[in-house]
């Protein structure tokens, strides 16, 4: 078949057309890409509890921060950490044998692993942008109840994430946050109508904390903040299992026995 010159000439400006086209849609699809880097929260402050000996302290759970840091960090994203405070107190309990041991005690003890140089290098979220990160990530332990919360700086970072795409997760009492972060675009909480996991208010009750933490610190518990968010809380099989909530954008996990899996669900939110 023959084409005239003006067909031909037609031909070629609507291939130069759906080449623009083409090229303008990958430009922007990977501008509206959200970064390949993790914003890990940690409580930055640290309380008295009630089944620690005297002097030693509640503060941040170290394998819920440790555990998804080698997983973010194996699959090539930057993990930055980040507290209210910009610092941070190591729980008593989570140093003890039975939860922190083998390459995990070492990596923790020694201050120039990456992990140690990076969680020790924290600092408050008005020091970070949040444009620059893909997925925020609120690591546990139970002064989580009482920092984040209020943990304004916190909650912006994770609202301006969320809202760009990017994917909030959260493991043990860090999933407490769930229940306050907003969609700047909408001012609803995010958690609203969507399901979420974290530590159970029986697993308080058989640590004997549970009086403590209604009495003393005064502070709503996981179920209590994701359930008065208009969130879906999805109690796990059993208190210390590795279980996993992932409900679009937002991933949970239960206890520091779920911490890898959370951090891998999380991946997988952002992939998808």
């Not at 930057?78 to 140093?95: M, Q």
């Not at 916190?154 to 043990?172: F, H, M, S, T």
């Not at 003393?216 to 109690?235: F, S």
């Not at 679009?248 to 239960?254: A, F, L, P, Q, R």
């Amino acid at each position: 078949m023959q084409y005239s010159r003006h067909e031909s000439y037609r031909d070629r400006l609507l291939f130069s057309e759906k080449l623009h086209t083409s090229i303008f849609i990958i430009v922007t699809v990977i501008q509206m890409s959200p970064p390949s880097k993790v914003l890990l929260a940690v409580s930055g402050v640290k309380a008295t509890h009630p089944e620690y000996p005297e002097g030693e302290i509640a503060g941040l759970f170290i394998t819920e921060a440790l555990h998804p840091f080698n997983v973010f960090t194996a699959a090539g994203f930057e993990v930055d950490f980040v507290s209210e405070s910009g610092t941070y107190y190591a729980d008593w309990f989570s140093l003890t044998p039975d939860f922190l041991k083998g390459a995990d005690k070492e990596t923790f003890e020694n201050k120039d692993s990456p992990f140690r140089k990076a969680l020790d290098a924290v600092k408050k979220p008005s020091e970070y942008n949040a444009g620059d990160y893909g997925i925020f990530f609120a690591a546990g332990g139970h002064t989580a109840l009482l920092d984040f919360p209020t943990a304004s700086g916190l909650l912006k970072a994770a609202g301006d994430i969320y809202k760009r795409g990017g994917v909030v997760a959260a493991v043990c009492h860090g999933s407490v946050i769930l229940g306050y972060i907003k969609n700047p675009e909408t001012n609803e909480n995010i958690i609203k109508g969507k399901k979420a996991t974290g530590f159970t208010v029986a697993a308080e009750e058989e640590l004997k904390v549970l009086d403590f933490i209604r009495k003393e610190w005064k502070k709503p518990l996981v179920v209590d903040a994701v359930e008065a968010a208009g969130g879906i809380y999805v109690n796990p099989p059993g208190n210390w299992d590795d279980f996993v909530v992932a409900d679009g954008k937002i991933v949970s996990g239960v206890n520091p026995q779920s911490a890898t899996s959370t951090a891998k669900g999380a991946l997988k939110a952002f992939e998808s």
